[in-house]
């Protein structure tokens, strides 16, 4: 898989970021099957979480205990980057997150040693705290930097202000730590009145416009809509009420058209249109996808080998650029 230089690092990093948030829905032996493949097609970037795969609040990093035996016991590990993020309890009514720094330095320590990797190369805040300073929140994550628990650091789920604040504070720092987002995007536009959870943070045309002029690096998640547009092109038995209720709306509807065309044209499959288009958007965009079966990952990966016209990428924003 190809790779692209991602901005204010050394990285190199493959089109696509393996996601691993549905790790428990696999035997380990899949999961640990999956990251080979991905490391086999050049993929370098791991995405997982101190909450995947906790079902309930006591539960353990499931997730990143996978990843940890993965990154233990395979020869690929030494060349794979792996992000991970803290600050997200879990919470049945979804209250909005109270960022306490023992209790995410507790838990990145926990990600350190279930790694098992001194460093962390990309720290995420899985949330925001928005009762607290913009600027208290950076300087959490720059203390783990100096004491060298994490290499660089990413926002998730922070709203276009508070990003905005971030990275105006960032500027005055010497040495620069934030280098990604990890908010939801995808040409497969979500209904945002479906979400349970009111703390996701989706894409928008501000979002979209800041992150272009900053150029900074946007590694978005639900990358593939949940395969929603293959599942409905191909109108498969694996369509849900849940994903109706996600993504039936009229853009989708236009944009599923445009798919269907292109990939008529070009032989493309769905899933790789969707996500080149992401790839090919006028900011750093490194689309972060998950996987059930392994032919969908072989499937995947086969999206960062493909040019879209400027024509193409205006026919599947079908009036949008976001
Ligand atoms: N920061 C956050 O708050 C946050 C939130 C959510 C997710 N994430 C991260 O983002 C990752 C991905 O997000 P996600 O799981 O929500 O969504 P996703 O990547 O959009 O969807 C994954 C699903 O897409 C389908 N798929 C994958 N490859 C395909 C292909 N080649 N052809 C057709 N269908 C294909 C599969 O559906 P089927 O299983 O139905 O086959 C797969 O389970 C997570 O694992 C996690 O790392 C982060």
């Known amino acids: 898989m190809r790779k692209w230089k991602m901005p204010g690092t050394d990285w190199w990093i493959s089109g696509i970021v393996m996601g691993t948030g549905n790790f428990c829905q696999h035997t380990e032996a899949e999961a640990l099957r999956l990251m080979d493949h991905f490391a086999e097609h050049d993929g370098n970037l791991l995405d997982t979480a101190n909450s995947y795969c906790k079902q309930r609040p006591g539960d353990q990093n499931i997730a990143e205990q996978i990843v940890g035996r993965w990154l233990r016991e395979s020869a690929a590990a030494k060349d794979m980057l792996v992000s991970t993020k803290g600050g997200h309890t879990l919470s049945a009514d979804f209250a909005p997150a109270h960022m306490d720094r023992n209790e995410i330095e507790a838990e990145l320590d926990l990600s350190l040693s279930t790694l098992g990797r001194e460093t962390i190369d990309l720290y995420y805040l899985h949330r925001d705290d928005p009762s607290q300073p913009v600027e208290a929140l950076l300087e959490i994550l720059r203390d783990f930097r100096r004491q060298g628990k994490i290499r660089y650091f990413?926002?998730?789920?922070?709203?276009?202000?508070r990003i905005h604040e971030a990275i105006?504070?960032?500027k005055q720092a010497s040495d620069r730590g934030l280098v990604a987002v990890q908010n939801r995007w995808s040409l497969v536009r979500y209904n945002d009145q479906a979400a349970n959870d009111p703390h996701l943070v989706a894409m928008d045309w501000q979002s979209w416009d800041l992150f272009r002029q900053e150029?900074?690096?946007?590694?978005?998640y639900s990358s593939l809509g949940k395969g929603y547009f293959s599942k409905y092109l191909q109108n498969t038995c694996e369509m849900t009420e849940k994903l109706r209720r996600y993504y039936e709306n009229d853009l989708n509807k236009k944009r599923a058209e445009a798919l269907r065309q292109i990939h008529k044209e070009t032989g493309y499959s769905i899933s790789q249109l969707v996500l080149a288009w992401l790839m090919h958007q006028p900011l750093p965009v490194y689309p972060v996808?998950?996987?059930?079966r392994s032919d969908q990952l072989h499937d995947a990966v086969g999206a960062?080998?493909?040019?879209l016209s400027y024509e193409m990428m205006e026919r599947l924003g079908a009036g949008e650029p976001w």
Do not use: K, Y
């Open 168 to 170: 105006n504070l960032e």
């Open 215 to 220: 150029q900074l690096t946007v590694m978005p």
């Open 289 to 292: 996808a998950a996987f059930r």
């Open 304 to 307: 960062a080998a493909i040019n």
């Open 154 to 161: 990413g926002l998730s789920n922070w709203s276009t202000d």
